[in-house]
């Protein structure tokens, strides 16, 4: 089983609508969570990074936040743009442990 | 840029050839990660280098499949006799050393088995 999954597969927004992206992860002890944002045909790019201890992390337009308690994660892109539209991936780093533990990311399709 | 760099960027071939990829990482990054990613999955870990040194293999790394860091610097993956199966984007990343140091992924190399 998976130890990250990634809410909804996919998602279809207009122009300038906020959108959120759900992570849930059972990786623990974990060192950091990182948000990826993967253009096709491209590698992952990324847009956040979170130690254990943090609770949100924003990058422009987007913000991540963490909840350690419950294992959960969440991206929020505010005012989408078309260039938003891209696979997001959700990673979590294990405390001593170079493999990173990859959700399977949620395609984001922003349409004019 | 001097991101991680890959070559080819795309790859056909028929069942049973073998294959080549090259994957520049950033100079100074001593640890250098491939990875397989199908559609819609995110990517799989294969091997892991830390200077000319292989790390860790990954079970979904047969026999077929070998990497090479020679120098310490740029490493191949090279696949032989492919499969259907095998059709993918590979991807290779590089890091500093210390776990909180990010993976910077390059472009990759999608190989498409005829």
């Known amino acids: 089983k998976n130890q990250v999954e990634q809410s909804p597969q996919s998602l279809i927004i207009l122009e300038g609508k906020n959108c959120t992206l759900q992570?849930?992860?059972?990786?623990?002890?974990?060192?950091?969570l990182r948000w990826y944002k993967q253009d096709t045909g491209r590698g992952p790019v990324s847009l956040t990074i979170?130690?254990?201890?943090?609770n949100t992390k924003s990058n422009g337009r987007y913000t991540a936040t963490l909840d350690a308690d419950t294992k959960q994660s969440s991206l929020h892109i505010t005012a989408s743009q078309l260039s938003d539209s891209a696979s997001y991936i959700c990673?979590?780093?294990?405390?001593?442990?170079?493999?990173?533990?990859f959700g399977a990311g949620t395609t984001v399709t922003v349409r004019a | 840029d001097t991101g991680v760099s890959q070559d080819p960027r795309h790859k056909i071939t028929k069942r049973g050839q073998n294959v080549t990829f090259r994957c520049d990482p950033i100079?100074?990054?001593?640890?250098l990660y491939w990875y397989r990613q199908t559609l819609g999955q995110g990517p799989e870990f294969l091997t892991y280098?830390?200077?000319?040194?292989?790390?860790?293999k990954s079970r979904l790394l047969s026999d077929r499949f070998s990497a090479e860091r020679p120098k310490g610097s740029f490493s191949t993956l090279e696949i032989q006799r492919t499969e259907q199966g095998d059709s993918a984007m590979y991807l290779c990343?590089?890091?500093?050393?210390?776990?909180?140091?990010?993976?910077?992924f390059g472009d990759g190399t999608r190989l498409s088995i005829l």
């Open positions: 100079s100074e990054h001593n640890r």
């Open positions: 979170m130690t254990f201890s943090e």
């Open positions: 992570c849930n992860y059972t990786v623990s002890p974990f060192s950091n």
């Open positions: 280098f830390q200077n000319e040194a292989q790390l860790e």
């Open positions: 990343a590089s890091s500093l050393g210390g776990e909180d140091q990010p993976q910077h």
């Open positions: 990673v979590v780093s294990p405390v001593n442990d170079y493999k990173l533990s």
